[in-house]
């Protein structure tokens, strides 16, 4: 099988493992499971899915083992179709209060509602950096598939690909000032906490963060 095929596969393990893994290590178990799987396979359209699976099993064992902790990095999608910019804001949220502990994006739905100025005078003041990975759902594989979808909008179409989903009905900041916005995003973060609090995945809000810069 054309190796190729694999890459999709290698990029999610680095991505869901490389907080604890260095990339060596995921290419040798990659690498070794996926020989195993050739010599054996009989129906090559479902091996990536299959290679994916174990690799991942085996990563997580490898850590136990070498006394680190296995768990991969949860998917978060953040999806706003009337005003991507919300979205942006949390997903910034989101990698930065975990340190990293999530993989935080964004759905690409209407694009041309990316830019929100006061948002984004916000996020610079807070020192929020705007480059979530771009979700593209025309090439969204299941392997990557985000593990929670969180829905900015009330009445929004549940349809993204996603393990399970959670609705929030966060308030518009079209009309909004400044002084309104810069408590939108405080709200925001406290509804990111208290899903990191759920997921049990340890957190460090943004003003204690900067109390200690």
Same mark, same amino acid.
């Given at each position: ?7 999709p ?8 493992f490389?907080h604890r ?13 996926? *020989?195993?799987?050739?010599? #054996?396979t009989?129906?090559p $359209?479902?091996?990536?899915? =299959?290679?994916?699976? !174990?690799?991942?099993e085996?990563i997580e ?8 902790i ?10 706003s179709r009337?005003?991507a910019a919300?979205?942006?804001l949390?997903?910034?949220i ?9 993989v ?8 041309e509602?990316?830019r929100d100025?006061?948002?984004e005078?916000v ?5 929020l950096?705007?480059?979530a990975?771009?979700?593209? *759902?025309?090439?969204e594989r #299941?392997?990557?598939?985000? $593990?929670?979808?969180?829905? =900015?909008?009330?009445e !929004?179409p ?7 989903f ?15 916005v810069?408590t939108?995003?405080?709200d925001?973060?406290a ?15 943004l003003?204690v ?5």
């Open positions: 099988m054309n190796a190729n095929v694999f890459h596969v290698r990029h999610d393990l680095y991505t869901r490389g893994a260095d990339c060596s290590t995921i290419d040798t178990i990659l690498d070794a499971v996926i *020989s195993e799987h050739a010599a #054996t009989r129906v $359209d479902f091996m990536p899915l =299959l290679v994916h699976r !174990e690799a991942a085996r064992e490898h850590l136990w083992v070498h006394g680190s296995g768990t991969p990095r949860k998917r978060i999608l953040f999806a009337t005003n919300r979205a942006i949390a997903a910034a989101a990698r930065r209060i975990s340190d990293n502990a999530v935080a994006t964004v759905a690409d739905t209407h694009p509602n990316r100025s006061l948002i005078w996020m610079d003041e807070r020192g950096r705007a480059d990975v771009s979700y593209d *759902s025309k090439r #299941t392997v990557a598939a985000a $593990d929670i979808v969180v829905y =900015l909008d009330g !929004e549940v349809d993204l690909p996603g393990r399970s959670i609705r929030w009905d966060v308030p518009q900041t079209d009309g909004m000032n400044i002084e309104q810069r939108f995003a405080y925001l973060e509804r990111i906490a208290g899903m990191l609090t759920d997921l049990d995945i340890p957190f460090v809000p003003s963060q900067r109390l200690a810069a």
